[in-house]
């Protein structure tokens, strides 16, 4: 602090930022305790299927590449918008801002098409214990990544209808927090459920 | 480097590190998925390797994306990560050791529970 020499608001702002940004983070974190307590009820049912059938007939790793793909992509497009936010510029933090909300609208598409073809299998969660979690797992996933995208269009307006102001900057940043952290998450999902699971691990 | 005021502020957002965390997480998704589509390693080895693979996207996305490490002191942020990573150790770790355990003495019959327990010289 001993380059302040007289009382200086903008910095007083960053440092209430920072201290947002700080909480958002511990909530991130608590978010990952949510998340490995479903990972640890995966790994102890994923054997159990009853008779019916496990990862290897289930998933089909092509699409779920595309899927994992869309996310990743739409991870770096986030990155993108806050770069182009750092700069103030107002038309490419909504260009990028759009493009990752298009890709993570298809990541959901595609896996709310998976999970549809699934019940309509008669392979929904009530089918084993392997299911149960695996829908409950990938199904909490699916359901930040939906409220990732409603948030994301709220600040999209936001930014629309009153500019790149601290306020919607503070959003962005924490979003894109959000946005990244899910990414992570979906490392876990793709190799634990997905790839070990096509294997019969 | 020069004193960080904030996320967004002082501390600029490099392009190149997007780029590098972007291209980093693909080739090792692809190098994943290739082992386990085409590949030919015995299993046990490739669950090492899958498991090995996410870890290190794990660090590369938390590097390059969220940018762990290039906080100021104090490091809050990377504390409370730690703290995260020893909880998610203990609650996965655990579950999956009791759960083991449990399974191997709840055996699938109280006939072949009688026989370990005859081998074991406990009736």
Not at chain 1, 155 to 178: A, H, P, Y
Not at chain 2, 60 to 78: A, I, N, T, Y
């Amino acid at each position: 602090m001993s380059e302040v020499t007289t009382l200086d608001m903008p910095r007083i702002e960053a440092q209430a930022t920072e201290k947002t940004v700080l909480g958002f983070w511990v909530y991130l974190m608590t978010d990952c305790v949510l998340f490995a307590s479903l990972f640890a009820v995966y790994a102890v049912l994923h054997g159990n299927t009853f008779g019916g059938p496990g990862g290897r007939e289930l998933f089909k790793l092509p699409y779920v590449l595309v899927e994992t793909m869309a996310l990743l992509t739409s991870s770096f497009t986030c990155g993108l918008a806050m770069i182009a936010a750092q700069k103030r510029d107002r038309s490419q933090v909504l260009l990028w801002l759009g493009v990752t909300f298009l890709l993570g609208l298809t990541f959901l598409g595609l896996e709310l098409s998976e999970f549809h073809h699934m019940v309509l299998d008669g392979n929904g969660w009530r089918r084993s214990g392997f299911l149960s979690s695996y829908f409950t797992l990938v199904g909490t996933h699916g359901l930040h990544i939906t409220f990732g995208l409603i948030w994301m269009a709220v600040i999209g307006i936001f930014i629309v209808r009153r500019g790149l102001t601290d306020g919607t900057l503070k959003r962005l940043t924490l979003l894109s927090l959000f946005w990244h952290f899910l990414d992570i998450v979906w490392i876990f999902i793709f190799t634990i459920v997905y790839l070990f699971g096509s294997l019969n691990i | 480097m020069s004193p960080k005021v904030s996320e967004h502020n002082a501390h600029p957002l490099s392009l190149g590190k997007y780029i590098g965390g972007f291209l980093g997480s693909i080739v090792l998704t692809m190098t994943a998925y290739l082992l386990v589509t085409r590949g030919s390693v015995s299993k046990g080895v490739l669950v090492g390797i899958l498991a090995s693979l996410a870890l290190v996207q794990f660090v590369v996305q938390m590097v390059f994306f969220l940018h762990v490490g290039d906080e100021r002191r104090p490091r809050w942020k990377l504390l409370v990560m730690v703290m995260m990573l020893g909880v998610v150790l203990i609650l996965v770790g655990g579950s999956i050791w009791i759960m083991n355990d449990l399974n191997y003495r709840m055996m699938d019959s109280p006939q072949q529970m009688q026989k370990y327990l005859k081998s074991q010289d406990a009736l």
